[in-house]
């Protein structure tokens, strides 16, 4: 909170990224008042079930719509991070699954895989290893969604 206050004070437009399973409604208050005017939420999956189990989070989803709606009421704009992911199958469901959850925009991101340094943000992990064509069909179906929901880019 004092990040948030300290960076509005300058000037700043804070925003804060989070899993969303300690957006309390104390909290998103407490966020308001000092200043936050954004948040992204990460999302893994288009179910509750998968999202929670890959998170290890018993209701996020539901923790997440309700901070959404309170989101909404201080006009925080909420964004929905979505990993591109071998966790979403089907990325037609997407759609209806982040305005069930109170998004109304999302972004979609795919982790760097292998990195020539000693810094070790990227992810060997098998639920992001994509062949080109994969990645391809993928970023494909990524495109309809701005037919259907608004894709921050």
């Known amino acids: 909170l004092a990040f948030v206050s300290y960076a509005h004070q300058i000037g ?11 957006l309390t409604e104390d909290l998103i208050d407490r966020l308001k008042e000092s200043g ?5 939420i990460s999302i893994d999956a288009p179910a509750a079930e998968i999202h ?3 998170r290890g989070i018993k209701d996020l ?13 201080h006009k925080i704009n909420s964004t929905a991070s979505v990993t591109i992911s071998k966790l979403i199958s089907d990325y037609d469901q997407l759609p209806g699954f982040l305005t069930s959850m109170g998004f109304s925009q999302v972004t979609f991101s795919y982790p760097m895989q292998y990195l020539g340094s000693g810094y ?4 060997s992990s098998n639920l992001v290893q994509f062949t080109d064509k994969q990645l391809v069909m993928i970023f494909e179906k ?7 929901a608004r894709v921050a880019k």
């Not at 989803?61 to 009421?73: D, E, F, G, S, W």
């Not at 070790?120 to 992810?123: K, R, V």
């Open 120 to 123: 070790l943000g990227y992810s």
């Open 142 to 148: 990524i495109k309809d969604h701005h037919k259907r």
């Open 52 to 54: 929670e189990k890959n």
């Open 12 to 22: 700043m437009s804070p925003m804060l990224c989070t899993h969303g399973g300690r």
């Open 61 to 73: 989803c539901r923790t997440i719509q309700t901070a959404n709606a309170q989101l909404k009421k």
């Open 36 to 40: 936050l005017s954004s948040i992204v």
